[in-house]
């Protein structure tokens, strides 16, 4: 016995012309779906290629002057570190807020202020902002903040579109616990040196900073 073969049917040019042919009202949905494909080509998205320009920067380089900011021994509140500042341009100077921590283990805001971001033209010697704290307390925080007990750690002030105040944002130590602390004060006030803050507000869970 001869092998059986299989012959592919194949689609003469005929049979495409009589296909065309067929009037829409006869075609099945499967044939509409099929002739709306062969009209519509298929999109394909191609990868436009782009060049990117890149401008060389100047490698960032300490001053000599560093650190701008040191302890100050006279002064009971930032005796022992200072520390990781804020800073804001108002009024064509940089103005400074800064983590001091004192002979008694709590973190205070201290304030100077620079007519280039690394002079300190003047410095204040009473801290201008703090964050009442509750009794001390030994605790595994103590390690990761740098040492203190409680206090306000770490600010962060920003001006938002050209309002009259600004808001400073900061890490609120009080009773072995850690959270975000809030609070504003009016721009004419700071640069006035008139630390009227607003009454600081809690933003995150306890336990989260």
């Avoid at 701008?68 to 100077?93: K, M, V």
Wanted: aromatic share 10%.
């Amino acid at each position: 016995m001869s092998p059986i073969i299989k012959k592919k049917r194949k689609t003469t040019v005929i049979q495409k012309k009589a296909r065309k042919s067929i009037p829409k009202k006869q075609l099945s949905g499967s044939h509409k779906k099929l002739r709306q494909r062969v009209k519509k080509p298929l999109r394909t998205t191609r990868a436009k290629s782009t060049t990117v320009k890149t401008k060389k920067l100047g490698l960032l380089k300490k001053t000599a002057k560093n650190p701008i900011i040191s302890p100050r021994q006279e002064h009971d509140w930032e005796a022992w570190q200072t520390f990781n500042p804020t800073a804001i341009l108002l009024d064509g100077r940089v103005h400074f807020l800064y983590r001091a921590i004192g002979t008694d283990g709590v973190s205070r805001l201290g304030y100077a202020v620079s007519s280039d971001g690394f002079t300190i033209d003047e410095r204040i010697a009473y801290p201008v902002f703090e964050h009442a704290s509750g009794p001390r307390s030994f605790n595994i925080y103590s390690y990761f903040s740098g040492g203190s007990w409680g206090g306000a750690e770490d600010p962060r002030i920003v001006r938002v579109d050209g309002e009259d105040d600004l808001y400073m944002t900061y890490t609120a130590c009080s009773m072995g616990e850690l959270r975000v602390g809030l609070t504003s004060i009016n721009v004419h006030d700071f640069l006035q040196r008139k630390w009227k803050w607003k009454t600081p507000a809690l933003i995150s869970s306890p336990g989260e900073v």
